[in-house]
């Protein structure tokens, strides 16, 4: 009940699954000391601990003290079919479904994850790139972040994100725009909208993608446990692109997460006046992020052995396949007007005799016509505007 393996068989003893489904309501996100006992004694016997007289080590009073009043209130079997009735389920580390990447985090791994949607959380966390940014994302912020999303989805890549509005609204939305697979993680629980306002954008991420939440249904979202959400987007990808962020912003966050995890960092440049893209080229400048600019750098870093970019050039012109010599000469032709072989030897710096064959071979192609003596450019030859030889 409530989670398994890919085939659909029960990985995880269903009492551990209560305990942590209790835990889940107990801890707060990330809680490391908790993530200590768990790794030292069990959820089952935390989760004993916590209701009933003895203390574990490392908690002080006060805090123990708040622990055990959560732990009253929890009613894990109610929950977990409440869930499962609503389509959900909920993982711990065992299942089949388990991104093992998550367990980098060590004692701030999750106590489990609360999960709704058709795909198998596991496997879009393989090749999987968290997009991040602005909120508040300008114009150019929002397209580009759109335009990642597409991209990547059209690539096979799952796109992670947080669901909120700007950098990860637009993300989202491009990964969903191409028909690929995207994964919320949600600062709430998986039941709750947040925001209000992307509650279609939520609800096609749930349908088509998946939703993933640490807190239990019906947890409310706050300052901290967005922060503490950041580690998971993080940990779950092979890296994370930051697209604007100012020097503040809690994307910056989510990439300092990543580089601790050794993921990549990568992000999209941005105007240098745009307050927006401040903390975006910091990570560039001295947090050793990469540049990229669209989906092709993100894969190549992320990717695996083959997968490159695009081999980026300016657009070639046909005087680029001319032999040096013949270029040469040609850049000795004026703009305007026309000149005989001795001319053009003295601008070019050869010979009469080592001119006369690139002017033969630059006619046969073209480039130049012939008056009797002259030579000139030919129409079609003449750059816009002025020749850099006048």
């Known amino acids: ?22 835990l889940s309501k107990i801890a707060e996100p990330g809680d490391e000391l908790v993530g200590r006992w768990l790794e030292t004694y069990g959820a089952q016997e935390v989760l004993r601990a916590l209701c009933g007289e003895s203390a574990l080590p490392g908690a002080s009073r006060t805090r123990w003290e708040g622990l055990r009043l959560r732990a009253r209130d929890v009613h894990p079997g109610e929950e977990l079919r409440s869930v499962t009735a609503q389509g959900g389920r909920f993982l711990c580390p065992g299942d089949g479904e388990w991104p093992c990447q998550l367990d980098d985090l060590g004692a701030a791994r999750p106590v489990g994850l609360w999960v709704r949607g058709p795909a198998n959380l596991r496997i879009c966390a393989l090749r999987s790139v968290a997009v991040v940014g602005a909120r508040a994302c300008s114009e150019y912020g929002g397209y580009v972040a759109a335009a990642l999303g597409s991209d990547l989805a059209g690539r096979g890549w799952t796109v992670v994100s947080g669901a909120a509005y700007g950098v990860d609204g637009a993300a989202h939305r491009g990964a969903l725009a191409a028909d690929g697979a995207t994964v919320g993680v949600l600062a709430c629980g998986i039941d709750r909208v947040y925001p209000a306002s992307h509650a279609e954008l939520i609800r096609r991420i749930g349908e088509q993608g998946l939703l993933v939440a640490e807190l239990p249904p019906g947890d409310h979202p706050t300052k901290s446990r967005f922060i503490l959400r950041n580690r998971v987007i993080a940990a779950l990808t092979r890296g994370t692109v930051v697209v604007e962020a100012a020097l503040r912003s809690g994307s910056l966050a989510t990439a300092r997460h990543a580089r601790r995890l050794d993921r990549w960092v990568m992000a999209v440049p941005g105007p240098v006046t745009s307050s927006l893209s401040a903390g975006a080229h910091e990570l560039v400048r001295t947090d050793g992020g990469s540049l990229v600019t ?5 894969v190549e870093l ?51 005799e080592a001119v006369r064959a690139p002017l033969q071979e630059l006619h046969a192609l073209g480039f130049v016509i012939r008056q009797g003596k002259q030579w000139q450019l030919a129409p079609s030859a003449k750059p816009a505007g002025s020749h850099p030889i006048e």
């Not at 009940?1 to 209790?22: I, Q, S």
């Not at 657009?315 to 305007?336: E, G, K, Q, W």
């Open 1 to 22: 009940m409530g989670g398994g393996t890919e085939d659909g068989g029960t990985a995880v003893p269903e009492e551990e699954r209560l305990a942590r489904v209790a």
């Open 294 to 298: 669209d989906a092709g750098d993100v």
């Open 302 to 352: 992320v990717g695996g052995m083959g997968e490159l970019g695009p081999h980026r050039r300016g657009p070639s012109v046909p005087h680029d396949a001319l032999p040096p010599l013949a270029a040469r000469v040609l850049d000795a032709l004026p703009a305007r007007g026309s000149a005989e072989v001795a001319q053009l030897a003295l601008r070019a710096g050869l010979s009469p």
